[in-house]
């Protein structure tokens, strides 16, 4: 069945620790993003991808990196620069071709910082 | 610059009635995609249906169709026959003409009363 996965599905950090969150697509889709969602609030886009190695960043990139060596994965790292990463973490994948592409969502991360 | 408002914070139905999930867009593109997703407690997003700006007739998806007015830049959900299950989060979305980039709106809690 074709889909996104993403890995862990819990994750708990100490303050000042990287945590990398992982996003694998098999819809073989261009394009992959993470949002963050906070509790009782949408979505925000932190990193957006249309293409393998290539990556533009979102409306709230800050603390956060990505990596798109493969087209069927894009990695998230939450480095210890974000300074209030417990959240929601949702990664995204859409075709590229076409005008309306239908964004499609992983099962989701949920990240506390400890 | 593009937008989507959902004014409804949290909405109530009865099982088996109809409700409508009010959105309304920002956009001076002439060409765009607007989409609905369903998100319950679990987290992940889920697809439910998707109209375009030059689409002739509302879209219907099973219980769920999209009433687009377009001159009133609204693209409302209605789901009939209200069914436990329907009671989630409901984000309305657009992809931003000329990117492949998305936004959201704030979203609107429903809840299904037995």
């Known amino acids: 069945d074709g889909g996104i996965t993403q890995s862990p599905k819990y994750l708990f950090r100490k303050e000042g620790q990287n945590v990398t969150l992982s996003c694998e697509q098999n819809?073989?889709?261009?394009?992959m993003y993470w949002y963050r969602q906070d509790p009782g609030q949408g979505l925000r886009l932190i990193y957006y991808?249309?293409?393998?190695?290539?990556?533009q960043k979102g409306d709230i990139a800050e603390g956060y990196s990505v990596s798109r060596e493969k087209k069927e994965s894009f990695p998230l790292t939450v480095t210890s620069a974000q300074k209030n990463p417990t959240a929601f973490y949702l990664c995204?994948?859409?075709?590229?071709?076409?005008?309306?592409?239908?964004?499609?969502f992983g099962p989701g991360t949920r990240l506390t910082v400890l | 610059a593009q937008k989507i408002t959902q004014t409804q914070p949290g909405m109530f139905v009865q099982e088996k009635e109809a409700v409508t999930l009010d959105c309304t867009y920002d956009?001076?593109?002439?060409?765009?995609?607007l989409f609905w997703y369903k998100q319950p407690s679990s987290g992940e997003m889920i697809f439910l249906i998707y109209q375009g700006s030059y689409d002739e007739q509302n879209a219907t998806e099973g219980r769920y169709s999209l009433n687009f007015q377009k001159a009133r830049k609204s693209a409302n959900l209605v789901i009939s026959a209200s069914q436990l299950g329907d009671s989630a989060m409901y984000f309305c979305a657009m992809r931003v003409p000329g990117t492949y980039k998305y936004i959201f709106g704030t979203g609107t809690r429903l809840k299904v009363l037995a």
């Open positions: 819809l073989n889709h261009d394009a």
């Open positions: 995204a994948s859409s075709i590229v071709t076409g005008l309306y592409g239908t964004q499609y």
């Open positions: 956009t001076s593109d002439q060409s765009y995609g």
């Open positions: 991808s249309q293409i393998v190695n290539d990556f």
